[in-house]
């Protein structure tokens, strides 16, 4: 049943279109996904370290799927203690490190091992002290006597276990199998782990960066529309100025400004989107402000601020919603871009472009992968942004006469 525009609201009008672009949906259904992932970025990934940067060299660029036997090992150092909120946003130091291993058996007092190798001719043995793989230990803080082990811990505690039960407890708790669905990095980092984390940094980007344009660019543009004269011409030289220099160079410009870091580049981006945002809002403000409500308020003594604020801008945020999510997909590329040449976000922080700058030489060496992944994952975003950009160019359009509201 087709209904005329007369008496919906806008909102509902809007959403009827959108939601019949399955383009558009899609787009959304991902981004959803994404966010959901950024947020929980740590709860869901499977090394849970700060920046999912727990290194196994010696797993180092192995093949999606891939799995090992490790030895879990206590560091000699207290246990870090971090609140369940702080693991949630940024991850949890672990009290162990790693040691894949072919195969073990014991040899009191010792856990002898096998070290894991691509070739199977390679045979390096190893070996720990059971009480040393269970405990942090003091160096030369460990007795065996008897059957019975006496560890002294770094804390200043002695312990006294059974050697048999203490050897029981390293086997069934102390072996343990790791799967990388995704393979490893150069560093034997997991690489879904660096992924998932790595949403979270193209998320935030997009969100402070378009914020940022949208503050400044908004302000601006509305200023130079509202006012014209002396003002519209000092904010459009500013904005012909900005938009004549290449925006690479200008974000890597401010980003040396400014400094390598985290934030720095959340800053850069945003301040180098903002004058397609003034552009498009100067131009709305020019074709509202002789409209009769706005001439209305005028009239009754509404200053320039209010009838700015409450009477124009809500009135041109349909194209500037769509911009935001164009520039959302374009910030994310920035960021990408920044961080391949090396001025973005900063080690051991994952970024999907970093990733892509310390792999693309292996492509070569048929190892492609790791430089694919965090590519896809690029063009995945980016084209879910890009999808719903058009759906909300489209769905936001004012020439159509007639919607579909038969649900």
Request: hydrophobic share 45%.
């Amino acid at each position: 049943m087709y209904r005329r525009k007369e008496g919906i609201p806008p909102g509902k009008i809007t959403w009827s279109r959108f939601r019949r672009n399955p383009l558009a949906l899609s787009g959304m259904v991902i981004i959803g996904l994404a966010f959901l992932v950024s947020l929980f970025a740590y709860a869901i990934s499977p090394d849970r370290s700060p920046n999912a940067n727990t290194q196994i060299l010696a797993i180092a660029t192995e093949r999606p799927g891939f799995s090992a036997t490790f030895i879990r090992v206590r560091y000699n150092r207290p246990p870090l203690r971090t609140g369940w909120l702080e693991g949630l946003f940024k991850g949890k130091e672990s009290g162990y490190y790693y040691i894949p291993v072919d195969s073990v058996w014991v040899e009191q007092p010792y856990l002898v091992y096998r070290e894991f190798s691509r070739h199977r001719e390679d045979e390096f043995i190893s070996r720990l002290l059971i009480p040393d793989i269970v405990y942090p230990v003091r160096p030369e803080g460990c007795s065996y006597r008897d059957g019975v082990w006496n560890v002294e811990l770094v804390s200043g505690e002695i312990i006294r276990r059974n050697g048999d039960e203490l050897t029981g407890t390293v086997l069934e708790e102390h072996l343990v199998k790791k799967h990388f669905r995704l393979g490893t990095d150069r560093f034997g980092r997991d690489l879904l782990s660096r992924i998932v984390i790595g949403t979270r940094i193209s998320f935030s980007v997009g969100f402070i960066a378009v914020f940022i344009s949208l503050m400044v660019g908004v302000v601006l543009g509305g200023i130079a529309g509202y006012f014209r004269g002396v003002t519209d011409q000092v904010i459009m030289w500013l904005v012909n100025v900005v938009w004549s220099i290449p925006t690479l160079l200008m974000v890597i410009s401010i980003t040396l400004v400014l400094g390598k870091g985290y934030w720095q580049v959340f800053v850069a981006v945003g301040l180098t989107m903002w004058v397609e945002v003034a552009r498009v809002v100067r131009g709305q403000v020019i074709s509202i402000r002789e409209n009769e409500y706005v001439e209305a308020a005028r009239a009754i003594g509404a200053g320039p601020a209010t009838i700015i604020a409450r009477h124009i801008l809500p009135n041109v945020m349909a194209p500037v919603v769509i911009i935001s999510a164009a520039n959302f997909a374009t910030a994310i590329l920035m960021e990408a871009g920044l961080s391949f040449l090396g001025i973005g976000v900063q080690p051991p922080v994952p970024s999907w472009g970093g990733m892509i700058k310390d792999h693309y030489g292996f492509i070569i060496v048929n190892k492609g992968f790791l430089a694919f992944l965090p590519g896809i994952a690029i063009m995945l975003m980016v084209l879910a942004f890009t999808m719903v950009g058009n759906g909300l160019r489209d769905a936001m359009d004012t020439r159509s006469g007639q919607v579909n509201l038969r649900r």
